[in-house]
């Protein structure tokens, strides 16, 4: 069986005809987009196996394993900012420094990421 690991946007293509793109993960949930000709059946295996059908010999069981996020809203990026700004504030000593490496660890800046992404 082919893996392949994508980011949010990129997207693989099945016989030309057949487009599978990655949208995006929210937990342990992936978001998939599916471009496919009308006479090409697709259906998900828990309604094929609900179904009576047949598990295909190449799935895998998988673990479940809970994947926690953090919820975001407006005034969680606003703190962000304001944490950020206050940082600045307070210069360069081991201790900002410190907690301006794991603030960036845990929430990595726009700038930062547009860089890594451009590598």
Known sequence: M???SMKAGEYFTVDGKTVIQF???NGDRAR???QAPKEIPIV???VLEREGGKRPECVFATHHRNVKQLPWNP???KA???M???LERMGDSPDARFLRERLEYMFPSFAEKKEAEER
Do not use: P, W
């Open 2 to 4: 082919l893996c392949i």
């Open 23 to 25: 949208d995006r993960l």
């Open 32 to 34: 998939l987009m599916i």
């Open 44 to 46: 998900r295996g828990t």
């Open 75 to 77: 005034a969680k990026k």
């Open 80 to 82: 962000l900012l304001e």
């Open 84 to 86: 950020r700004q206050a």
